[in-house]
């Protein structure tokens, strides 16, 4: 019997481990690329959905974290810090129990959803809420890492993004080849930079004949890439990418330019309406943040940038029990009947 082994198994000659390395892992990766009919049809493309809300703790950071752990285990750290928007510090509290590790989390006060907060206590992790946002955060965990005995485990560890680019690996594993256009929310910017970094080792190796435009989508109240400055007092409902100067900046518009590629905004209401359409018309539940790349598709799709027959990824980052709030908002209220079959089946339609 074959089980998936986690991405240091799966590509072990493509990372930075040794025979030696002791892996921390929860058998990450290997997630579902997923055929989207009704995107499909009315982009006039072939749409496939990589559903990192699949892994281990619900989002791709498990990729970059089992990497991360890893190697500070191997290099003998007792602890780990990280500046999170809530999908990092699940994560990083995970892998932590795992490798008998302390795990110390800073995230924005109030801006982080419940369940990636209840993630991180029921892992035991200490968590600090900042009276700021992520941005303040990341300077904070960056500090206390050089001061204190403590590793870093954000996308600025640049062993992260090496785990991270394992999901373009895998796309082309399934595929036979790269596609033609691959479309990533962008916060911090770590993950666009880690697909652009494994498409591109895989056709310098010849695993893959071509390299896809890159196409990343900041919410237009976090967009400092697309604005061309930091943004001060960064909000989006998409509290996940709610992010005013991503660390990765440099390297997400070196994606966007060697691939020929995009960055580019999109609405509150642009997620929330992809968000619904991916739940109710693909029957894929993400979080808001991750309903971004699909936002921004349609948005392409609508201002006539894409050309009808192109295969397309989509990467949808995060699981959507993670932030359920917005999936109960506004949504009609189940209605409570009597233990009574005539009336449940009037009141489903059935009659
Ligand atoms: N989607 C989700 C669900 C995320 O959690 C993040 C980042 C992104 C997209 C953006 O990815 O930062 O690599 O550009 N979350 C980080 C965190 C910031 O702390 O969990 P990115």
Not at 82 to 101: E, F, K
Not at 243 to 261: M, T
Not at 326 to 339: E, M, N, S
Request: charged share 20%; aromatic share 6%; glycine share 10%.
């Amino acid at each position: 019997t074959h089980q998936w082994r986690g991405i240091i198994e799966e590509y072990r000659d493509r990372l930075p481990v040794s025979a030696d390395t002791p892996v921390v892992t929860l058998r990450e990766g290997g997630t579902p690329l997923v055929p989207a009919q009704v995107l499909s049809e009315r982009t006039g493309c072939e749409v496939h959905l990589k559903v990192e809300g699949a892994n281990p703790t619900g989002s791709f950071k498990d990729r970059g974290m089992t990497m991360a752990i890893t190697r500070a285990k191997e290099e003998g750290a007792k602890a780990v810090i990280c500046a999170s928007t809530g999908n990092t510090s699940a994560s990083a509290a995970a892998y932590a129990v795992r490798a008998g590790m302390v795990c110390a989390v800073l995230v924005p006060q109030g801006k982080i959803a419940l369940g990636k907060m209840g993630q991180a206590l029921v892992h035991g992790a200490r968590i600090l809420q900042v009276d700021g946002n992520f941005d303040d955060c990341l300077t904070l965990a960056r500090g206390l890492s050089e001061q204190y005995p403590v590793a870093l485990v954000n996308s600025v560890n640049p062993v992260r993004i090496e785990g991270q680019k394992t999901a373009a690996f895998e796309i082309v594993d399934a595929l036979g080849d790269a596609p033609d256009i691959h479309v990533l929310p962008v916060g911090n910017a770590g993950n666009i930079t880690a697909y652009w970094r494994g498409y591109r080792e895989y056709a310098t190796d010849g695993i893959s004949t071509r390299n896809p435009r890159m196409w990343g989508f900041q919410a237009s109240g976090s967009a400092p890439i697309v604005r061309g400055e930091p943004v001060k007092d960064p909000h989006t409902i998409a509290t996940a990418i709610r992010i005013g100067n991503p660390a990765s900046w440099q390297f997400a518009e070196e994606a966007r330019d060697q691939s020929g590629g995009l960055i580019d905004e999109v609405t509150d209401r642009q997620i929330l309406a992809a968000y619904r359409l991916l739940a109710s018309q693909e029957g894929v539940f993400v979080e808001p943040a991750s309903a971004a790349s699909v936002a921004g598709l349609l948005k392409a799709a609508e201002l006539d940038l894409v050309d009808p027959g192109q295969r397309i990824v989509c990467t949808v980052t995060g699981n959507g029990l993670k932030d359920p709030d917005w999936a109960v908002a506004g949504a009609p209220q189940p209605i409570t009947v009597p233990v009574d079959a005539t009336v449940a089946a009037e009141r489903l339609g059935l009659v």
